[in-house]
């Protein structure tokens, strides 16, 4: 092990040992997800809404789903090639960018003269750099997924689980901490929360939003549909209630049809056992062909979508094989976190800027190399592959991460221990001796 | 050509009467296995941390090893080995290596020995849990159903399945050398598996890495169940002794 091997691991050490002090945020974040992983993957089994599980509801279309995202993988550049041209044909702006750097000049460039933005939920919009951009101009960023909401009212800047990344927070905290910026005083009560943010930002989200970003579910190569799915209706707002939607996202989330959209979004509705009350399909900007039979664009949804795809690390992840090319049939469903030993036991330590788990600190490796990934702790991964045994298109993060170890051991980051480990077996042929 | 039964390091530096167990349980059932001295380590343990090419280098060293003892046949009682065997020298080897390699358990669940093995137990009905260790589900033939038909095939003896079985098993928390790196909370996913012992009054495990986390975070949380492992757990039950005793 190295200097920077040593650093690294004392970095990690000394997270865990913050994570286990009570009253800290690490424990306070890490108690509560303990019990969500509980909860969550009891639920996998529980037959309390559909006829069927989730479990086995992912068993029936396990199989579909990863031959439909490794075809998809295969012939990558094709499918891009014909969405991208039934976007166009659909009205759409779309943009595709070959790097990450590429991406944020042409975000920027359609973001204009705008200081604000309003956005979903993204973590293809962390990947691509858009939020680093935005902060580096003095965009002002206003969140609208409650939970992301809450993490910017906290200035909340742990890694946080990024499906409900503000879950941990309780009722008091948040009364609490309004109180404290908005100088209004509330019953402690999720009931009495939501109904003040209902009260005050809905009319800003329906009024005020010029520019907004989401990213997306899936795109439909075929007919170049968007899909997005919520609960809350914040995307359904600012897609609709704005002038431009700009849509950022990987290449990899375009699928071959509207079908296998659908399906992939109701799979990460099932898995995750939360609900898509809405989901929404956008084709194209709002558009009206009611005078003459003109078509005219900006009726009273948005006067423009703009779709940036972005392939970065994509194209070249296939081409050369990388270690990380399974990673490209993923969905983000973010299920795998919760069955995950090293998630369970140590929260958002084992995490990066990215989200929580394996496939954020593959992400972490994908974009800042190896030292990030140790960093990120990604030596409390104990390969037991359970994110493998319940991953719906069948990526064995597991494997990808045992790479990232060997790389990590060449470049002398492993722990002491595990060097000391391996010299046994490879010398005396007996590393219990 | 000779039939092997590969013990593990672990077991053969840690466990020494496990080891004997096992070999008489194999022995009465197949006379013609036996044990060979200074056996090397398979290199499981060494996956992660080790590039390509040293790895290959061991995995070429121990099929030498293999050849030059005329092995044809392995029986193991370890977990890792039988993981790391049939998967990962079967990638660097290809042909090369050309070993039938089985598990303790798979080996016992065969016909030919089930029958021989004709497993009563004669003390009052006792329930057991069976902790499915991360090694043997994750292997590319996956030991899942196989303890399950021993364990139910033992008269009086009943199975009771934790809440996360088969393939949904609660990994003991050890592996990559998590537990020897970050000690601290890392005993949280143990403490689960025995959370959910619920009415199985013995913890079963067939590996011996799941055998040394569970000991370990039993002693330091004074939690009362015992654990067992499979190959002690058969031999009482064979021999009429109290399979509770650790």
Redesign the interface.
Same mark, same amino acid.
């Given at each position: 092990m190295n200097e920077s091997g040593e650093e690294l691991?004392n970095i990690?050490?000394e997270k865990?040992?913050t994570?286990?002090k009570e009253g800290t945020l690490e424990n306070q974040f890490g108690n509560f997800w303990?019990m969500a992983c509980?909860i969550k993957?009891?639920q996998h089994d529980m037959r309390y809404l559909y006829e069927d599980t989730s479990r086995e509801f992912v068993d029936r279309n396990r199989e579909n789903l990863t031959e439909m995202r490794e075809e998809f993988v295969k012939h990558m550049d094709l499918y891009v090639e014909k969405c991208i041209d039934i976007m166009r044909k659909k009205n759409f702006i779309v943009h595709y960018a070959k790097s990450n750097e590429e991406a944020q000049t042409i975000f920027m460039e359609e973001l204009g003269d705008s200081k604000i933005i309003y956005k979903s939920k993204s973590t293809e919009a962390k990947d691509i750099g858009i939020i680093d951009i935005l902060n580096k101009n003095n965009i002002k960023i206003k969140e609208t997924d409650l939970g992301d909401v809450l993490v910017q009212l906290f200035n909340y800047t742990l890694p946080s689980f990024q499906v409900g990344p503000g879950a941990h927070f309780t009722e008091e905290q948040i009364a609490n901490k309004i109180k404290e910026v908005y100088g209004v005083e509330l019953e402690p009560k999720a009931q009495a929360i939501v109904d003040y943010f209902r009260s005050t930002f809905r009319n800003e989200l329906l009024n005020n939003v010029k520019v907004s970003l989401t990213s997306a579910n899936a795109i439909s190569a075929e007919d170049g549909t968007i899909i997005l799915g919520e609960n809350e209706g914040n995307i359904s707002l600012i897609t609709r209630a704005t002038e431009k939607h700009i849509v950022v996202c990987g290449i990899t989330k375009i699928v071959p049809n509207i079908f296998d959209a659908v399906l992939m979004t109701q799979l990460q509705s099932r898995i995750n056992n939360v609900s898509f009350n809405y989901i929404n399909l956008i084709s194209g900007p709002s558009n009206t062909s009611d005078i003459q039979g003109m078509s005219i664009q900006g009726m009273y949804g948005a006067k423009e979508v703009v779709v940036i795809l972005v392939d970065d690390w994509r194209t070249k992840a296939a081409k050369e094989n990388l270690i990380y090319v399974d990673f490209l049939k993923c969905i983000g469903c973010k299920s795998c976190i919760f069955?995950c030993?090293?998630s369970?036991?140590?929260g958002n330590i084992y995490a990066s800027k990215y989200g929580l788990g394996a496939t954020a600190i593959i992400r972490d490796y994908i974009h800042n190399g190896i030292e990030a990934a140790v960093n990120d702790g990604l030596?409390?991964? +104990?390969?037991?592959?359970?994110c493998?045994?319940?991953c719906p298109v069948s990526i064995n993060c597991g494997e990808i991460? /045992?790479s990232m170890?060997?790389e990590a +051991?060449?470049k002398g980051l492993?722990?002491l221990?595990?060097?000391q480990?391996?010299e046994k077996?490879?010398k005396d /042929?007996?590393?219990?001796? | 050509m000779k039939k092997l039964i590969f013990l593990g390091c672990l077991s053969n530096s840690k466990y020494k009467k496990t080891c004997a167990n096992a070999i008489k349980i194999i022995q009465s059932l197949d006379p013609s296995f036996s044990v060979l001295e200074e056996v090397p380590c398979c290199g499981a343990l060494s996956y992660h941390i080790g590039n390509d090419t040293e790895l290959k280098e061991h995995v070429e060293f121990v099929n030498n090893w293999f050849k030059i003892n005329d092995v044809s046949e392995i029986v193991t009682i370890c977990a890792g080995c039988y993981n790391y065997l049939t998967k990962y020298y079967d990638q660097f080897l290809g042909n090369e290596f050309n070993i039938k390699v089985r598990h303790f358990l798979q080996f016992l669940a065969e016909p030919n020995n089930f029958s021989k093995l004709n497993l009563k137990y004669s003390g009052k009905k006792l329930k057991v849990s069976y902790h499915d260790a991360c090694h043997l589900r994750n292997a590319v033939v996956p030991i899942i159903e196989e303890p399950r038909q021993i364990i139910n095939s033992i008269e009086n003896i009943e199975l009771k399945e934790m809440e996360n079985n088969r393939t949904n098993s609660i990994c003991c928390g050890a592996g990559g050398g998590v537990y020897s790196i970050f000690k601290q909370g890392s005993d949280y996913n143990s403490k689960l598996v025995f959370d959910q012992l619920n009415r199985g009054k013995v913890l079963l495990t067939a590996c011996p890495f799941c055998y040394t986390a569970f000991t370990r975070i039993k002693e330091e949380n004074q939690i009362k169940k015992p654990v067992v492992k499979f190959e002690d757990f058969i031999i009482k039950i064979m021999e009429g002794v109290d399979p509770l005793i650790e």
């Open positions: 691991y990690v050490k865990i040992e994570s286990q303990k509980t993957t009891r069955p030993t090293a369970r036991a140590f030596f409390l991964c +104990t390969g037991c592959e359970n493998y045994h319940w991460l /045992k170890k060997k +051991t060449e492993a722990p221990h595990l060097e480990y391996k077996i490879f /042929k007996n590393p219990f001796l | -």
